[in-house]
């Protein structure tokens, strides 16, 4: 039997099949082609359960696709979960960070985990070694930093990534590269120091949309896993059964 994981982000909806802990098929797709390819999906594998986790306003549209076929999950503060949390508000963490610590609480049991999601934002979510979510941080991602000094200047262009060539910017362009990329990569080598300090036997877990850049700028023993979302997703799955 196997399990479609459907990951809703911000920006694309996100595909997987997995066959215990194995990927099976992933896909990344528009919201304007959801239904054919989920519809390919449950007529080529035997489907025994979906997950689906929305941060966006696509979860009404999918509740109606898959729920013709197959039990739905939909992942919120309310799902049974793996860990204890001392979140002051369920009600607003986002289902992405829940799965996230879920994949931390699975794959890491009895340690101090801290997970650093690089995607449209920047969010850090600790899990202590009593299996506990202490909760963390949300910060801006690199797109919404580049965003940002346009939206709130009269004069700042509108830039996407580039890898600053030099710290000291010589033009309004490669400034704004520098102070962006080199701050949002010393803000985040700086957060993970702080927690380091309390907790010195820490597990660092980097995933996200930039933790390719970011994984070459950070140092070794962070681990840099694309699919550790997806991979929580699946844990709850199991652990519901």
């Known amino acids: 039997m196997a399990y479609l994981i459907i990951d809703a982000g911000n920006t ?3 595909l997987f099949v997995f066959e215990g802990d194995k990927i099976i098929f992933s896909a990344s797709e528009e919201s304007q082609r959801l239904e054919k390819i989920i519809l390919i999906i449950l007529k080529k594998y035997s489907i025994g359960k979906i997950i689906l986790s929305s941060v ?3 979860q009404k549209k999918i509740t109606e696709i898959v729920n013709r076929e197959v039990p739905l999950i939909l992942l919120s ?3 049974k979960l793996p860990f204890d ?3 002051s508000t369920p009600k607003t963490l986002g289902v992405d ?3 996230l610590v879920c ?3 699975i794959l890491y049991p009895s340690k101090d985990v801290l997970i650093v999601d690089a995607g449209t934002c920047v969010t850090f979510d600790l899990l202590n070694k009593e299996n506990t979510y202490l909760g963390g941080a949300i ?3 690199l797109e919404m930093r580049y965003k940002a000094l346009n939206s709130f200047t009269e004069k700042l262009p509108r830039l996407s990534f580039k890898n600053p060539e030099i710290l000291i910017g010589d033009s309004t362009e490669s400034c704004i590269h520098s102070g962006v990329v080199n701050g949002f990569v010393a803000e985040i080598k700086g957060i993970i120091e702080q927690y380091e300090l309390q907790y010195p036997n820490l597990t660092i877990v980097l995933t996200g949309g ?3 850049y970011l994984s070459k700028r950070l140092k070794n023993s962070i681990f840099a896993n694309p699919n550790f979302l997806v991979e929580g997703l699946n844990a709850i799955l199991k652990y519901e059964t």
């Open 85 to 87: 949390s001392l979140y």
């Open 12 to 14: 694309r909806v996100k």
């Open 210 to 212: 930039d933790m390719n």
């Open 56 to 58: 966006g306003a696509l």
């Open 97 to 99: 960070r829940i799965a």
């Open 103 to 105: 994949a931390a609480s």
């Open 77 to 79: 503060h309310k799902t």
């Open 139 to 141: 910060s801006l991602g």
